[in-house]
């Protein structure tokens, strides 16, 4: 006697509703799972940057409390003057800081395959030096570390030649907020972007938040206490 089995056919209409919940519960997931990457990706940089603050305080602690030139040649005593020119973060590889830890995950200029710029993707670092504490400055003069920015995310413009942000590797915070605020990211993480203060934490800020009012006591990248070298 052969079993009684029941064969069941969904009919199209059902399919269509099957493929349409589908579609809904992915279009849900999705920004969530987009989000969660990008979130991981912020964490990514941050991590990345409070290195860059070990790598600063183990060349300050060497330097006689000197921070790094942002390009090779003399700043006056002590002189610090290489055989070819050297990037600040050249002068931070004996103390840890490796190139891996220079690039952003958010930051297409590292990427292979960018087109744009003077120098080769495996070059280009993700993050600016502060010419605040690029000439010859020392950290002992700071009444507060907590509050000062070192490295900004760089901006992604090529136009400029040797001074665009890709091939460029700091922007001079000593002068107003609107002369320089075009080479940095403003947004490189939800609308957001990360910065290294010079006691070695790493925030994420919208960029008018670091910058305050814009005057010279509310800008985190205006260094007050180095305000005597900038005066003419």
């Known amino acids: ?94 103390y840890g800081l490796e190139t891996k830890h220079m690039r952003c995950p958010e930051d297409p200029c590292v990427r292979p395959g960018f087109v744009g710029g003077l120098k080769a993707w495996d070059e280009r670092q993700s993050y600016m030096y502060n010419g605040m504490f690029a000439f010859n400055n020392v950290q002992r003069a700071l009444k507060s570390l907590s509050s000062q920015i070192i490295l900004s995310a760089r901006g992604d413009s090529t136009a400029g030649g040797v001074t665009a942000p890709i091939d460029h590797q700091g922007y001079p915070a000593f002068k107003a907020v609107s002369a320089w605020e075009g080479r940095v990211c403003k947004d490189r993480h939800n609308k957001a972007s990360n910065y290294l203060f010079t006691d070695g934490h790493a925030e994420s800020l919208p960029f008018e938040r670091s910058v305050g009012d814009r005057t010279e006591a509310r800008n985190a990248h205006f260094v007050r206490d180095y305000l005597s070298a900038y005066l003419p």
């Open 1 to 94: 006697m052969r079993p009684n089995v029941r064969f069941f056919r969904f009919t199209l209409l059902e399919l269509l509703i099957v493929v349409a919940i589908i579609g809904i519960l992915a279009g849900l997931l999705l920004p969530a799972l987009g989000k969660a990457r990008g979130k991981a990706r912020q964490t990514f940089c941050l991590n990345n940057l409070k290195q860059c603050g070990t790598s600063f305080q183990g060349y300050v602690d060497d330097w006689k409390d000197f921070y790094p030139p942002v390009h090779g040649g003399g700043y006056g005593s002590p002189e610090r003057t290489p055989p070819n020119c050297q990037e600040w973060n050249v002068y931070l590889y004996d």
